[in-house]
């Protein structure tokens, strides 16, 4: 019992501490990835076409 506990206990602690890190993954790749842009305004890729 001890042993499923210890093991139920490491696998909760990997889901979690996974999960941190791709949550903050995330969120550091949405931010890099859509500046604000300076000619418009709007976040979008650094590159679009303005019409
Ligand atoms: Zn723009």
Not at 33 to 41: I, K, M, N, Q
């Amino acid at each position: 019992m001890t042993v499923v506990t210890a093991l139920l206990a490491f696998a909760v602690g990997a889901a979690v501490g996974l999960a941190v890190l791709a949550a903050g993954e995330l969120r550091w790749e949405a931010r890099t990835r859509l500046p604000r842009c300076t000619t418009c305004g709007e976040q979008h890729p650094r590159h679009a076409a303005h019409r």
